[in-house]
């Protein structure tokens, strides 16, 4: 098997050490990736910080049409791209498929938002000391950014760092998770296709404590990091930063008592153990009115049972392992403590090397894990509100707030839920696990700051730059 190059300034390059990539699933080598050298990351860095200026005067076409050809080649690559993250994260192959999708469509927007960033124009003559004058403002690049990416999804929160950079003209350094790494070669690959300036987009795979001089390089202003608590340090580590933080949370799904209880069922169920429930908003705590609970939770149950669950290259399979056993012992030990607490175990529970079992909880005690804390594996976690105003109550009684899922048909109730939840975005009638990728997406609280989502991470990358003309008969 040979070793899979890293992207250097848009150059392939090798390093003298290399990571193996371990499937979860089978526990064979997927891979082998070469880590670059300090010596190689100086130079990535020393190139994203040259090209700095060139990368911000890049013409709209030329982005725009590097975006398109990124999002092409996805397209026609998307089989090769599908199986390489289900081979690397063990993610079933339906939902593999379904992510190099999305990445089709976030490089597609990013194409077109960059043909249609055109600033806005203001006229000053609104006072007397105005007359004359018209302001122009445009965004401009803050400098070169260092994205960090998770290993839960490879290809769409790469895209989601890379394309919103391309498209405002920023150079890029993309560290992804080290568990993860083929994937964002890949796209490393299809980048360098392109005619972008060199220096402007490096994959670097490697260990995390080889990442720690990028975090305080001053050359890199400019830090997009999804993952999990250590995000909170960086803004320590590089007060002087401008740091975007998506953090994960415990996302609640409320079912009140109008709800479609067999399409919350379906949706919840899903959603709460599809990626084997390593999702940042897949389903954790399912928030059920009282006068629909008994009537909610054996639907729940049922479907939650009937998933599939196994080799996650099976089409079939809509639950797959953990990324690695660490993680599995993790999730059955907090579903044990849990139990031992005074939790019911309704199904699941128990593990089998990286898989554990997709498990439903009722009555676990508030101060649990499983209930404070992201579990991000295949847990739902059973609540009982005895109205609205309680299930409200309970989704905004965390320390996360990311998204959160309401089951209603009543339009001023789903009106009063984006107003009184404490949440980043709020889906009515489906699971907070929703995302369309140019919508503005991030939380609150311990779920971190700032927004990704094509046109929000284009703003959250760049600065607004006002051009004041004098002179000028209105």
Not at 411 to 435: C, K, N, Q, S, Y
């Amino acid at each position: 098997m040979s070793t899979r190059p890293f992207w250097l300034a848009g150059t392939a390059a090798t390093g003298d050490t290399e990571i193996t990539v371990v499937n979860p699933y089978t526990g064979e080598d997927a891979g082998t990736v070469s880590v670059p050298t300090a010596e190689q990351i100086e130079e990535a860095v020393a190139a994203a910080h040259a090209v700095a200026a060139e990368a911000a005067a890049l013409p709209a076409h030329v982005r725009a049409d590097a975006l398109d050809h990124v999002s092409r080649r996805i397209g026609e690559r998307a089989e090769e791209i599908a199986r390489t993250i289900t081979a690397e994260s063990g993610k079933p192959i339906k939902w593999a498929r379904a992510e190099a999708g999305r990445a089709v469509s976030v490089f597609r927007w990013a194409a077109e938002e960059a043909r249609r960033d055109s600033g806005e124009l203001q006229r000053l003559d609104t006072d007397p000391g105005g007359t004359g004058r018209m302001a122009l403002v445009r965004r401009v690049p803050k400098g070169p950014v260092l994205g960090i990416s998770p290993f839960n999804f490879p290809l769409n929160l790469v895209a989601h760092k890379v394309a919103p950079a391309i498209a405002v003209g920023a150079p890029i350094i993309l560290k992804p998770a080290p568990a993860t790494p083929m994937t964002a070669l890949l796209l490393g690959e299809i980048i360098a296709e392109t005619d972008l300036p060199g220096g402007m987009v490096s994959v670097l795979p490697m260990p995390n404590e080889l990442a720690a001089p990028l975090i305080t390089d001053e050359r890199l202003p400019v830090i997009s990091f999804t993952g999990g608590p250590f995000g909170w340090q960086l803004p320590r580590l590089a007060p002087h930063k401008h740091v975007t933080l998506e953090l994960g949370g415990n996302a609640a799904a409320v079912v009140l008592a109008d709800a479609d209880l067999d399409w919350a069922a379906q949706r919840v169920a899903l959603f709460g153990n599809n990626q084997a429930g390593q999702v940042c908003i897949g389903v954790q705590r399912v928030i059920v009115e009282d006068a629909v609970y008994d009537e909610f939770v054996p639907r729940l149950v049922e479907r939650v049972e009937a998933l599939g669950v196994g080799d996650p290259a099976d089409p079939a399979t809509d639950v797959g392992p953990l990324v690695d056993e660490a993680a599995a012992e993790r999730v059955a030990s907090w579903i044990d403590e849990a139990v031992t607490a005074g939790a019911k175990l309704l199904t699941g529970g128990t593990r089998d090397g990286v898989t554990v079992a997709p498990t439903v909880l009722a009555e676990a005690p508030d101060d649990s894990r499983v209930v404070r804390q992201e579990v991000f594996g295949p847990v739902l976690v059973l609540q009982r509100a005895a109205d609205t105003d309680a299930a409200f109550a309970a989704v905004n009684d965390s320390d996360f707030g990311l998204q959160a899922g309401v089951f209603t048909r009543d339009l001023p109730t789903a009106f009063r839920a984006h107003r009184e939840l404490e949440v980043g975005g709020v889906v009515i009638g489906d699971v907070p696990t929703f995302r369309a990728d140019q919508m503005p997406y991030g939380g609150v609280k311990g779920s971190g700051v700032g927004k990704e989502g094509v046109r929000a991470a284009m703003t959250d990358l760049s600065y607004e730059r006002v051009l004041v003309l004098t002179g000028i008969d209105l």
